[in-house]
């Protein structure tokens, strides 16, 4: 470094060109390297200190996702959206839908540890460990959900691209509320879009369901 440089980097609180240059091909080499090392242990950085982490490779991995209570080991990659992989064809789990693709229409909501998620917005590899649940894991056998088989009967669907994330939607609404208000429903699917205009439909619906909720706890507790 020559004197002008010397003079530079003292009238620049200590920060030069070729030092800050220097700094920032360290960090690029940094970033270009590790994420290719897949490795749990010691890794030296660049400053030559060594740290303790985890660096995940960018390919396809195996991960365990625990879907309608069973673990479904699947391949995907550290950017695989949790949307693409339930329909992918390892699970082959349809019946969740990719409509707008941003987050926007609610389409593709699941259950995350009994909470509405958006699986268009979620990595698969954030869903490890949680409780995932679908539209394919509310029916039993032939028996349908009490919010499915009400959907059915007041007709609260017509093109069906909403439906699977609007009855995702009610059903955790159902399970934390199980006597909601007319507001509380339109709360609940507030993030649920539906162009068809069937949300009249859907509020009987959700209301039917928790009756038929309802009535079945009161069995329940009275044979106890």
Avoid: W
């Amino acid at each position: 470094m020559n004197e002008k440089e010397k003079d530079n980097e003292q009238q620049n609180g200590g920060i030069s060109r070729r030092s800050l240059l220097k700094g920032m091909g360290g960090g690029v080499l940094a970033t270009g390297i590790l994420p290719l090392v897949h490795a749990e242990g010691l890794l030296r950085g660049p400053s030559g200190a060594t740290v303790d982490a985890k660096v995940i490779s960018p390919d396809a991995a195996p991960i365990t996702l625990t879907i309608n209570g069973r673990d479904r080991r699947v391949m995907a990659e550290p950017r695989s959206l949790l949307v693409d992989v339930l329909r992918g064809p390892e699970l082959d789990l349809t019946g969740t839908k990719l409509v707008c693709d941003r987050g926007a229409c609610g389409g593709c909501t699941v259950l995350v540890n009994d909470t509405p998620v958006l699986s268009c917005m979620t990595l698969a590899l954030d869903a490890q460990g949680k409780k995932i649940e679908t539209i394919e894991g509310l029916a039993h056998g032939d028996q349908l959900h009490p919010i499915q088989a009400e959907f059915v009967h007041f007709d609260a669907l017509q093109c069906g691209y909403c439906t699977s994330g609007m009855i995702m939607s009610c059903k955790a609404l159902l399970d934390h509320n199980p006597n909601p208000s007319l507001h509380d429903i339109k709360q609940a699917t507030s993030g649920n879009l539906c162009r068809c205009g069937t949300y009249p439909n859907v509020f009987k619906a959700v209301q039917a369901a928790a009756k038929q909720t309802h009535h079945a706890t009161a069995k329940t507790q009275q044979k106890a």
